[in-house]
C-alpha cells in the first residue's frame, strides 16, 4: 500500500504568503556508562534485550538512583548553552502508553528543568549570524527501540509483527528545546540545519555524547507552523520526529513549508500531528495526533529526590568547559593561514579535528587540507561516507606528506600509497615500499627523457621558447610518461624551461 503524497505549492510561493516559525527539540543520548537510573550497560550495537535490568523494564517495587554523571554532563551542556541552572529540580513522569515504553510512563523533567533560559549563536554559510534562544534543556531517559518487520515501509502499519529491544530504554538523554525561531523568513530551513549542525559541534566538544545521527545518539524534531504575514498569533503546528542527519533537518523544514502553505491556500486547517521523514522520497507522512502537555498527566516523581546543586558544583563544572567551537575554528584558521572558503570546505567535510591532529604530526597545514578535503572527501562523497571512515589517521598523513617532502613520492604516487593504506596494506612507508613506489634519483635518465620529449614535440617546444611557459605542461606529462611516473614534475618542469628558454 503506497502512502498518501500530499498536495506542496513552491517554496518562494510559501514564503510569500507567509511567515515560517519553527521549534526544535534535539534529543541526545549522554555517553555515561551506565543508564539513568539503573547499573545497565550502554554499550550500542549489544545483542537485543541483553542490557536491561528489573528498573528499565519497570518491574514493579523496581527502584530507580539518578546517575551523577548524567547530571554533570547536563549542568555542563546548560553551561555551555549560556543558560542559568537550577538550584533545585525535580524529575516528572510523562504518561503515556507506547510498547517501547516499558513502565508506560517516561521520567522526564516538565515545568523544573535542570537549564532554562539560554541561546545559542549560528553562523550561516554567508557569515551571518542568528541567535537562537533555548527554551531549556532537560534531563530524561531513552525508550526502547521497535523494529516493525514485514511492512513495505517500515512503519507499525502494515507490518507482520514488531520486536522490541529494551537495551536503549532508560538510556541517560538531554532534550535540547529552543523557543520559536521567528522572523527567519526564507532562511528558516538553512537556520535550522546550522542550529543543530553548531549545537552538534558544541556537544562533541564537551564530550558528553559521540552525537553520531546515524546511530541515534542525536535525534532532532522538527516543528513548523505558518502565520499570515500580518497575524499577530502563530498557526497550528506539526512535529516532524526523528530526523537524523543534517541535510534531513532542512529538507524536512523546507517541505512541511511547502505542505503548510498548500493547505491553507486551499482553504484547509492544519492537523496538529506527528509526521514521518521519508528521507528517500523527500517527504513526510502523518503520524499520530499532537499531544499537549495537559494530555500526558505529568506528576512529580515520587521515586527520585530532588536535583539540588550547589553553585560550588556549578562553577566547578563551568571551569571544566572548552574552548566553544566557533571560535576555535577561527583561532586555528589563523594558524593554519586558510581563507575563509578553505576553512568553509574544511568544517563542511567534518575535518577540523582530524587536520589539527595531523598538523600536530608533523604535516604541513596545506598538505593537511589537501588530503581530507580533497582525496579523502572525493571517496566520502561518492560512498556517502565520512572522511574518518576509511581507516586513515592523521599519523598516515603526517607521514604520507614526509615521503613527499623527502622527495621519495610524488602526488601521484602518494595517491596510490593513499589507495594501499585504505585497502589495509599498512603505513604509507609500508605500502610504498611493498610497491617498489619511488621517485627515480638518476638526473641523467630524468635530462635523457627530458630531451626525447622536447625532440618529439617541436611546436610545443617552441611555444615555450616564445615565452608561453604554460604550454610546458603538455611536455612535463609526456616526461612523466616517459619516466613511468617516477619523475619529479617539478625538477622535470625545471630541465625543460632551462633548456627551452
Given at each position: 500500500m503506497s502512502a498518501h503524497v500530499d498536495e506542496v505549492v513552491d517554496y518562494d510561493e510559501?514564503?510569500?504568503?507567509?511567515?515560517?516559525?519553527i521549534g526544535l527539540e534535539v534529543h541526545v543520548e549522554l555517553n555515561t556508562k551506565t543508564k539513568m537510573f539503573c547499573g545497565c550497560a550502554t554499550e550500542f550495537g549489544a545483542e537485543p534485550n541483553t542490557q536491561v535490568c528489573p528498573v528499565c523494564l519497570g518491574m514493579p517495587g523496581a527502584l530507580p538512583v539518578v546517575n551523577a554523571k548524567a547530571v554533570e554532563s547536563a549542568i555542563r551542556i546548560?553551561?555551555?548553552?549560556?543558560?542559568?541552572?537550577?538550584?533545585?529540580?525535580r524529575f516528572a513522569r510523562k504518561n503515556y502508553f507506547y510498547p517501547?515504553?516499558?513502565?508506560?510512563?517516561?521520567?522526564?523533567q516538565y515545568d523544573e528543568p535542570i537549564a532554562f533560559n539560554g541561546y545559542l549563536d549560528v553562523e550561516l554559510e554567508d557569515g551571518t549570524v542568528y541567535r537562537v534562544d533555548i527554551e531549556r534543556a532537560h534531563m530524561e531517559e531513552d525508550t526502547g527501540k521497535a523494529t516493525h518487520v514485514g511492512g513495505a515501509t517500515g512503519r507499525i502499519q502494515g507490518a507482520e509483527y514488531s520486536l522490541i529491544d529494551y537495551n536503549r530504554a532508560g538510556i541517560a538523554l538531554i532534550e535540547i528545546v529552543t523557543k520559536p525561531l521567528t522572523g527567519a523568513g526564507e532562511r528558516a530551513p538553512e537556520i535550522a540545519k546550522a542550529y543543530v549542525s553548531t549545537l552538534r559541534d558544541l556537544i562533541k566538544a564537551l564530550d558528553v555524547s559521540d552525537v553520531r545521527m546515524e546511530q541515534g545518539s542525536m535525534r532532532c524534531d522538527a516543528n513548523v507552523s505558518l502565520m499570515k504575514k500580518d497575524a499577530d498569533k502563530f498557526g497550528t503546528r506539526t512535529e516532524t520526529k526523528n530526523v537524523n542527519s543534517l541535510r534531513s533537518v532542512e529538507r524536512a523544514v523546507r517541505y512541511e513549508i511547502s505542505r503548510h502553505a498548500a493547505v491553507l491556500n486551499s482553504g484547509g486547517s492544519i492537523r496538529q500531528e506527528t509526521r514521518h521523514w521519508h528521507e528517500d522520497t523527500g517527504v513526510t507522512t502523518s503520524g499520530r495526533p499532537k499531544s499537549d502537555a495537559d494530555d500526558y498527566r505529568y506528576f512529580p516523581e515520587p521515586d527520585l529526590v530532588p536535583v539540588a546543586p550547589s553553585r560550588e558544583t556549578v562553577e566547578e563544572l563551568r571551569g571544566t568547559l572548552p574552548e566553544p567551537p566557533a571560535q576555535r575554528r577561527k583561532r586555528l584558521q589563523g594558524e593554519w593561514g586558510y581563507s575563509d572558503l578553505e576553512m568553509r570546505d574544511v568544517i563542511n567535510a567534518g575535518a577540523v579535528e582530524l587536520i589539527e591532529e595531523t598538523v600536530a604530526a608533523?604535516?604541513?597545514?596545506?598538505a593537511a587540507r589537501k588530503w581530507w578535503t580533497g582525496e579523502l572527501a572525493r571517496r566520502a562523497n561518492s560512498e556517502g561516507k565520512g572522511v574518518e571512515d576509511f581507516g586513515v589517521t592523521p599519523a598516515h598523513i603526517a607521514e604520507l606528506d614526509g615521503l613527499v617532502k623527502a622527495g621519495r613520492l610524488n602526488d601521484s604516487m602518494a595517491r596510490q600509497v593513499l589507495d594501499g593504506v585504505i585497502a589495509g596494506e599498512g603505513t604509507p612507508t609500508e605500502v610504498a615500499d611493498a610497491r617498489g613506489l619511488e621517485l627515480m634519483q638518476d638526473d641523467g635518465a630524468l635530462e635523457a627523457a627530458v630531451d626525447k620529449v622536447i625532440d618529439a614535440n617541436p611546436d610545443v617546444a617552441q611555444k615555450v621558447r616564445d615565452g608561453k611557459v604554460?604550454?610546458?605542461g603538455a611536455l612535463i606529462g609526456q616526461v612523466m610518461k616517459e619516466m613511468k611516473g617516477q619523475a619529479d614534475a617539478a625538477k622535470a618542469r625545471e630541465l625543460i624551461i632551462a633548456k627551452l628558454s
Open positions: 510559501a514564503i510569500a504568503a507567509y511567515d515560517p516559525v546548560g553551561l555551555a548553552l549560556n543558560c542559568e541552572i537550577a538550584q533545585w529540580c517501547d515504553m516499558p513502565k508506560n510512563f517516561q521520567t522526564s608533523g604535516a604541513s597545514p596545506a604554460q604550454a610546458a
